[in-house]
Structure formats: C-alpha cells, structure tokens
C-alpha cells in the first residue's frame, strides 16, 4: 500500500507543480491530517450549505402554502356569506312581497312561516331565519310557527341597523342559541319600509360548524389551523377546537394588535399566543365583509420533511466521515509504521557500520598485536639468553636488560590495546544467541527439504557472543546446506544445538596468560552416511569439494572456518562413515560488564 | 637427549624457539605448518611437540587433534600469539582439544623451558 501511496503522493505532487514543491516538503503524516481536517471542512460544509438551502426552501413553502390556503378560504367565505346575503335579501322582498298582498299578521295563518322555511332550506348555510318588527320583537323564524317571544333591540345588529339606513350586512358576534345550545353567528339585513323607515332586522343564523366541517378537510392533511374572526378578534370559526373557541376575543394576539393594522394581508412567524407553539401565521382580511380569515402551520409541521431529509443525509454523512476518519487513521498508522521501520533501519545500518567498523578495528589490532608478538618472542628470548650469559656488573647486561624491559613495556601496552579493542567490539557487536538461532531456524526451515526433519535444542541461558549476525548466519546456512546434501533423498534428520561449554578451558603452565575463557558450543549434526577419513582430513582445505562439478567450488566449509576464527572460534568436525557428521562451532562468551571490569 | 618437533609458520620463531632448547640439549626439527608438520610427526615421532596455532594449510588445533588421534599420550605445547580478531584467544581452545599445556606469545626463554620442563618428565617419555 505504502508503495501505491508513495506513487499517488509524487503524482500529485507533480501534477500541481505550482505547489508540487511546497507539497514535498509537508511531512506526509500532516499532510494526510490536513486533507482529512480540510475534506471533512468541506464536506461539513456542503452538508450545512445543503441543510440550510433546504430549511430555508422548506419555510418558504409553508409560508406559501398557508398563503394559497388563506386566498381559498377567503373567497369561499365570501362566497357564503354572498350566499346568506342574497338569502336575506330575497327574504326581506318576500316579507315586503307578503304585506303588500295581505298575507301578513295574524290573518295571514302560517303563510309567512312557510315563507322563511322555504327559504331558510334554500341555504346550506342558514340554521334559521327570522324578522323582527322596527321594535326589536321577533315575528316569525323558520325553526318554529309558534316562536317564543324574543325581543333583540338591545343587541348590536338591532341597533346598528336600526341607527343605519345602510342595507349592508351585518355580521355578529356568536350568540349561544337558546334553543339548540350552539354558539350561531347572527347574520343580518335592514327591512326597509316602503317609506324607507326602519321595519325591523331579517335575521339569519350560520352556524359556525358548517366552516369547521369545510376546514376539516385540509387542517387534518396539513396539520393547520384555520380560523375565521371578525375584525375585532372575535373567533366565529375555527378547526380545529371549534367549541373552545367559537365566541372568544383574540383582540390581543399579534395578529389584530401589529399585523392588521398594517396590513390586510400577510405572513409572519411567531409564537402562538394560545398554545406557545411556533408558527408561521398568514392572514387575510375579507374584501367588503369584516371578516379575516387566518391559516397558521407549526414550524415543525413546516420542517417535518426538513427533518426526515436531514436524517437521511446524516446517515450518509456520518458514515461518510467515519470512514474517512478510519481510512486517514489507518493511512497514518501506516505512515508512522514505514516511518517507524525506516529510522529503526538507519539505526540498524548505523549500529551495523559502527560493527563493522570497530570489527575491522579489532581485526586491525589483532593482527598488529600479533604480528608484534611474534617479533617480540626473539628479542625476548634473546635478552634472556644475552643477559645470562653477560657479567653480571657490566654495562651490557644493563643494557640488554633495558631492552628486555622496552620488549616488555610493548607486551604490556599491545595487551592494553587488545583490552581496549575486545570491550569496544564487545559493546558495539553483541549477539544473543538463542534469539539469533530461533530467528535462523525459521528460515532454514522453508529452506529444507521435506524429506530432513530440522529439530532444534537450545540453551536458553546460552549467552551472547562478539559477532554480527551476517556472520553467524552465513556460516550456519552452509553447514545445513552440506548437511542436507549429504542425506540426500532419503528420510533424514539434522539437529541444531546450541549450548554453553563448560570447559573452561585454562592452563597452568608458566608463562601462559590465556586465563579461563567462556565458550558456546553451536552444533549441526545430520545423520548421513558421514565423512571418510580421507575426506575428513581434507574437508577444510580451499577448493576441495566432494560434489559434482559445478555444485559448488569447495570453498564454503574453508570459508567458515576462517570466520569462525576470525571471530576467535574454531570450526570442528566430527564424523565416522555411517554415523552421520557433527560440526560444531566454538565462539568464545562475549564478555558481561562485570567481566570487563576484571584485570586482562 | 629428548627429540622436541616445533611447528610455526614464522621463520625467526621457529629459529628462536630451536636455539632456546638447543641450548638445553635437546633436538629440534621444525616445520613450517601443520601439513608439514604431521608429515615430519608421521616420518620420526618426536618425544614433544610445540605447535603454534594460526597457520596456513592446517590449522594448529587441527594439527593438536591429528596428532592426538595418533598418539594419546605425547605431550604438546600450544603457542599462540592470539587471532586477528581482537578477542581471538585460541589457547584455551586448544588446551580443550588436546593440547598439554598451552603458552602465550611473547614469551622469554625462561618460561619456554619451564613450560617444557614441566611436561616432558610427566608425559613419561
């Protein structure tokens, strides 16, 4: 993946070549932070562009809707009440029509009662008709041939017409029939005399149930309320809550106190002075009637599409993020694990050069010391033997004990160097055995036949040793490698061991400075058909080989052998025809920090 | 007077370490690696063999295995001067396969024939 990343980021990065440069220097793990922040910006941002385009379209509409609402129900209250106009119009010509013919008062029977019950009928809107006198005595109505005796000059309308000549409706307040219980609305005409004085009211009752039924309709569909009122705030009809409301004074909403006298029409938001719900209200105030018809939509019915929409695309947009958060995570798990695995490289390279380096410092000292030893021996040697043989007070045997001394200062300070060396190569190139073999084991296992069973036994406890593992490694695979040539086809089995020798080997002798020494003893055992003698004696010689020609050059057992004394080991082998070969590797214990605190 | 092989790939060793013992009356053939070592071993046993360790052809610690295959009981001395590697010390490696006593280079007469002296008599030879 970090491949195809590392494409994608050195495309891009190309590609906008204005800031391709500025684009290669950001770290790649604020980079990835900075697009993930920035798309998730972007993304939020659209989101709420998207919302709020939405919301706002959203009460748009409703304020239109409520608009279109309030134009319908406005024309169809004109319509009813044009319909109850021309109702008491034509009975106050029938009433004018009746007394001109006679066939009024007493002597006139039922006649006027059948009149104004045909045309109370005649109307869906008109509960009742009825007329009074100029006095405000009622004379006849449509619910009944023998009414009660009522007299209404002391209510509104009477008053209004009898102190207008104006023929215009009126329209009343809700007043609760005393005969049906129901708050009915007085509608009602002036009766003109033929002299134009004042005859009495025609009086006509609507009740307010036949608005409510036609509001139902659509307050159930769109969650509205519908109101009709007069002017003066008086409710005449409402849907819903017609009974709680009809009668009652909403003088004081904002409706009749700031928007009316402003304006005959309109739309506002607010809240609802009756239940505290938001709303948008629009409203509009009858033509030549002193009615206003209102619709009122809750601003959460307005947005309940709004918010099933805003669902919607949260569940695709909280996904959305969520894996993009994930994918970025994970993008910058894996930058920081190559990043995490590129310094523990360089690491590994810069503790492998500095290995290599005191390595071949060590090599460099060994083989100086060595060489000075070996020209030490005969001055040595030779000054012992000079001064023996000189006199004892002469100048000579002075002079040749200095130089006896010189050679031994030199032995001293080649000893201090090698010290030196051994604790700086021992710091810089310990390898822990039994982690190294595991770690070799499982690649010499892919590598060997399926016919060689590979087992293992390892020390846990085996210590360390001044190596690199390049080294080891080496040497390890060629001896498996010959192991599993020699079994060949057959079933077979290689052992590898690995184990602290207990022989800590040391002399007494005179003059020997070697001390006791740590070794670890790393062994490859197989059981082939072993080495003959012949063979045995020759096996660690330069180019000699026991394959085919053109299997190898014979050089791998020579080359082990040489590492493995590079390193101060020994490389041995021991094998009988028919009873399998054991190599075994001897590398002295690399030295602990206590040990290196001892004298050389 | 007790016949000593010594077995060093460096001439002025090999000729120091002759004229040491000598001295002392003994007789010294020297060989210049381990192959023509054993081949000299093999020709006319000596009665002690001093043998560095470092050497082209055959190693000294194999030479030390050949020649205690052939004889179990002939004392050897291994000299050394130490490896190329600085930590190499391959006398203690040695004295493990096979070797009698064992000897650090540089080294004076003086512990030379000590060291001779203390493992001719014990070998019985």
């Given amino acids: 993946m970090s491949s195809g990343f590392d494409r994608a980021y050195s495309i891009g990065a190309r590609a906008l070549h204005p800031i391709g440069s500025l684009l290669q220097r950001v770290p790649p793990v604020r980079f990835v932070v900075v697009v993930t922040v920035a798309g998730i910006l972007a993304l939020s941002g659209l989101m709420a562009a998207i919302l709020l385009r939405a919301h706002e379209e959203a009460i748009a509409d409703a304020e239109h809707r409520t608009q279109d609402f309030v134009d319908v129900l406005a024309e169809h209250a004109v319509l009813v009440f044009d319909n109850v106009d021309r109702t008491l119009e034509e009975a106050n010509t029938t009433r004018a029509r009746l007394v001109r013919n006679g066939q009024w008062g007493p002597s006139a029977g039922d006649r006027p009662y059948r009149a104004l019950l045909e045309l109370q009928r005649s109307s869906a809107a008109v509960t009742n008709l009825s007329w009074t006198d100029e006095h405000g005595d009622r004379l006849y109505t449509a619910l009944s041939r023998f009414p009660p005796p009522l007299n209404v000059a002391e209510r509104p309308y009477f008053r209004a017409h009898s102190d207008s000549a104006s023929h215009r409706i009126y329209i009343g307040q809700p007043t609760l029939s005393g005969l049906t219980g129901k708050y009915l609305v007085p509608v009602t005409r002036r009766f003109s005399l033929p002299d134009g004085g004042f005859g009495g009211v025609t009086t006509a009752l609507v009740d307010p149930f036949y608005f409510s039924t036609y509001y139902q309709s659509m307050t159930r569909r769109q969650r509205l309320i519908i109101q009709l009122a007069l002017r003066d705030g008086t409710v005449l009809a409402r849907e819903p809550s017609l009974t709680s409301f009809a009668g009652s004074s909403q003088a004081e909403l904002p409706l009749f106190t700031t928007h009316l006298p402003k304006a005959e029409s309109g739309t506002y938001a607010g809240i609802s002075g009756v239940d505290g719900v938001e709303r948008i209200i629009s409203y509009k105030a009858i033509n030549k009637l002193p009615l206003v018809i209102s619709v009122s939509m809750s601003r959460s019915a307005a947005l309940a599409v709004w918010y099933e929409d805003a669902v919607a695309l949260a569940a695709f947009y909280l996904p959305l993020i969520a894996m993009l958060v994930g994918c970025a995570w994970l993008l910058i798990s894996q930058l920081r694990q190559r990043a995490r695995r590129q310094r523990e490289l360089e690491d590994a390279k810069e503790r492998l050069a500095q290995a290599q380096k005191l390595q071949a410092l060590g090599t460099l000292v060994g083989g100086i010391a060595h060489e000075i030893n070996n020209a030490l021996l005969p001055i040595m040697t030779f000054c012992e033997m000079l001064q023996e043989a000189l006199p004892e007070d002469g100048f000579e045997r002075d002079g040749v004990g200095q130089i006896m001394q010189s050679a031994l200062q030199i032995e001293r300070l080649i000893k201090r160097v090698r010290t030196f060396s051994r604790e700086e190569q021992a710091a810089g190139t310990r390898l822990d055995l039994a982690e190294f073999v595991a770690r070799l084991l499982k690649s010499l296992r892919a590598e060997v036949p399926k016919n060689i069973e590979l087992v293992d036994q390892i020390d846990p406890d085996i210590g360390s040793v001044n190596a690199t593992e390049e080294q080891l490694a080496q040497v390890f695979t060629d001896l498996v490698t010959n192991a599993a040539h020699a079994i060949g086809v057959e079933p077979g089995r290689i052992e590898i061991s690995a184990r602290a020798s207990l022989d800590k080997a040391a002399s007494t002798q005179a003059g020997d400075v070697s001390g006791p020494v740590d070794f670890v003893q790393l062994s490859v055992k197989d059981d082939g058909p072993g080495i003959p003698p012949i063979v045995r004696e020759r096996l660690f010689e330069p180019f000699f080989t026991t394959k085919e020609a053109g299997s190898g050059v014979g050089l791998g057992l020579y080359t082990a052998r040489r590492v493995v004394i590079e390193l101060g080991g020994y490389l041995h082998v021991d094998s009988e025809p028919g009873r399998g070969a054991c190599f075994s590797i001897y590398l002295p214990r690399a030295a602990t920090h206590g040990d290196l605190l001892q004298p050389a | ?125």
């Fill in chain 2, 1 to 125: 007077m007790p016949r000593i092989l010594v077995i060093d790939d460096e001439s002025g060793i090999r000729s120091v370490i002759q004229t040491v013992l000598q001295r002392e009356g003994h007789s010294v053939r020297c060989a210049n690696d381990g192959k023509a070592g054993l081949a000299a071993f093999e020709q006319n046993k000596p009665d002690l063999v001093i043998t560095d360790i470092i050497m082209p052809e055959k190693e000294g610690i194999e030479t030390i295995q050949t020649i205690r295959k052939l004889d179990p009981l002939i004392p050897i001395i291994a000299i050394s001067g130490g490896g190329r590697a600085a930590n190499a010390d391959f006398l203690p490696l040695a004295a493990k396969f096979g070797a009698t006593a064992t000897l650090a280079k540089p080294f004076g007469a003086a512990a030379l024939l000590d060291v001779v002296r203390s493992v001719l008599p014990a070998s019985g030879h």
